[in-house]
């Protein structure tokens, strides 16, 4: 991924759900953030490599990777990719997607072809998605996924401010679904380089917006509060959760989400 931002687990966690759904049409469920001893694949973690789980019970490894330029040499890095999880000991099925978002017109190679042997990954170019079928969606999440689509030549800062205002309608009396969504969008905005133009767009909305609707607007002060209200809540429910309580009863006694608590149940993996 071009953009280098340093995000939660939770977070990532609700990307790839997001992007799997509304983007490679897969219903996934994450078990576990993966990570190996490999110092290549370690270095090159902006790249998400997670071990999701289909409706139907099945298992496989998700490498998913967003690519804001033409790499020429692409398919070599991701065979890389692939033999560095085998060498590590992954078993699972792997399934690997990278997601173009670049402003020139995609020219990578999807696949290899040598004499006898082949291989390929799927190949997804954003070009082809119209953002107004995402915007059109009554949907948050389809929102957050609009970011990342072909504006068809339209002004982005008019098409930025059109979906964080469909965003406020949808979301604006949840604080904490208006945060991870701005969050999520924030995030997905650098890789189509649009990050100032973003960041704008969250200064002049709150002109036009109640402040008491968008809390994650409030540059700096409102926003480290609000994200260590958060990480005292895990704090909480962690010790909750080890006495034995239910998730239903920390949920109720934290204001944290189900996802939330069952990320912070799942075992650490270094």
Known sequence: MGHTDIISKQLIRRLVR???HYILGLDLKVIK???TESERVEHRFADIVMLVETPDGQRFVLHLELQDSNDPTMPYRNLRYYTDLRLAGIKNPIRQFVIY???????????IEDGGWSYSYSLIDMHRLDCEQFINQNTPEALVIAVLCDFKGKDEKLVL???MRRLIELVGGDKRALRNHIKMMEHL???????????AVEVEMLREVD??????YQIGMERGRDEGIDERNRQIATKLLS???????VMEMTDLSRDELQDLMLPKHH
Not at 191 to 197: F, P, V
Not at 243 to 249: A, I, T, Y
């Open 101 to 111: 978002t670049g402003k020139a017109p995609l020219n990578m190679q999807d696949c």
């Open 189 to 199: 905005s650098g890789n189509r380089g649009l990050t100032d133009k973003f960041k």
């Open 243 to 249: 006495k034995g309580l239910s998730v239903d009863e």
């Open 33 to 35: 953030e993966l990570r």
């Open 161 to 163: 401010r059109k979906i």
């Open 211 to 216: 402040i008491e609707k968008m809390p994650s």
């Open 18 to 20: 997001v992007m799997a």
